[in-house]
């Protein structure tokens, strides 16, 4: 006979939110240096990002990267942005008005968009019709 025995790993949480209409993901990545990874299921300039990640680099368009310590930027990547076998993005849901803090990070969900800030004054506004990094 023979007993078959499944592990189970548990995968360690990384905190993040998701607006109320589920097309915008911001969740926090605890490397160094600490960063959100951001992005859109749904936008109008999608195509746009992925022309350009896809002449600059060669990759695919995944959204942005928001660093507690400089300007955010868009991430250009040929997979997925996270150890997928140790860790697992646990999303709240933010609802208008409200704001989600964690570490350095401050996001605000409004109808117009999801604003993710930092306590050094970088950040990223994300709607569907636009987008912005500073």
């Known amino acids: ?3 078959l025995v499944a592990a189970v790993i548990a995968l360690a949480p990384l905190p993040g939110v998701v607006t109320p209409t589920g ?6 990545m605890p490397a160094k240096p600490a960063h959100l990874l951001c992005d859109i299921h749904r936008a109008a300039y999608a195509s746009r990002e992925q022309a350009r990640c896809g002449t600059r680099a060669g990759l695919d368009w ?7 310590r400089r300007p955010a930027t868009t991430v250009c990547s040929g997979g997925i942005l996270y ?3 140790a ?4 999303y709240r ?6 704001a ?10 409004r109808r117009s968009g999801l604003t993710c800030r930092t306590s050094s004054g970088h ?12």
């Open 1 to 3: 006979m023979t007993l």
């Open 23 to 28: 097309n915008i993901h911001c969740f926090y």
């Open 62 to 68: 995944h959204g942005w990267e928001v660093d507690a």
């Open 83 to 85: 150890n997928s076998n």
């Open 87 to 90: 860790d697992e993005p646990v």
């Open 93 to 98: 849901r933010l609802a208008y008005g409200r």
């Open 100 to 109: 989600w803090r964690f570490a350095a990070f401050t996001c605000v969900s």
């Open 123 to 134: 950040g990223l506004f994300v709607s569907f019709a636009s987008w912005r990094a500073w």
